[in-house]
């Protein structure tokens, strides 16, 4: 079993920057991929940003490329998305999952997680 916890959202303004933390416990996520996803009122989850079990390999939607950055640290269970340049449309409820297994990749799909965390909320003003 893991338990994910996110953290870091909050209400912010147009080009603000952001730090999403995905803490897990439970057991080590050292040898899992772990993704990040959104969903908008209304709107499917969808997927943000992934990283693989090592974080070497990273991937991301195209809505976020050169804004957002993916990041773990192993040693604190933690991963991490930093988003910088905030626009109003990257308002959603932001989830981190866990790909269970062993030396798992991201996928983009959300069924292919196994474990969710309960969500943090982004607001982005203009």
């Known amino acids: 079993q893991v338990q994910l916890v996110e953290s870091g959202g909050g209400l912010v303004q147009v080009g603000d920057s952001l730090r999403l933390s995905c803490a897990a416990s439970?057991?080590?996520?050292?040898?899992?991929?772990i993704g990040w996803f959104r969903q908008a009122p209304g709107t499917e989850r969808e997927f943000v940003a992934g990283i693989n079990w090592s974080g070497g390999n990273t991937g991301y939607a195209n809505f976020v490329k050169g804004r957002f950055t993916i990041s773990r640290d192993n040693a604190k269970n933690t991963v991490f998305l930093q988003m910088n340049s905030l626009k109003p449309e990257d308002t959603a409820v932001y989830y981190c999952?866990?790909?269970?297994?062993?030396?798992?990749?991201?996928?983009?799909?959300?069924?292919?997680?196994?474990?969710w965390g309960q969500g943090t909320q982004v607001t982005v003003s203009s």
């Open positions: 439970g057991r080590t996520i050292s040898n899992v991929a």
């Open positions: 999952a866990a790909r269970t297994g062993y030396l798992t990749e991201y996928a983009p799909r959300g069924w292919m997680y196994d474990y």
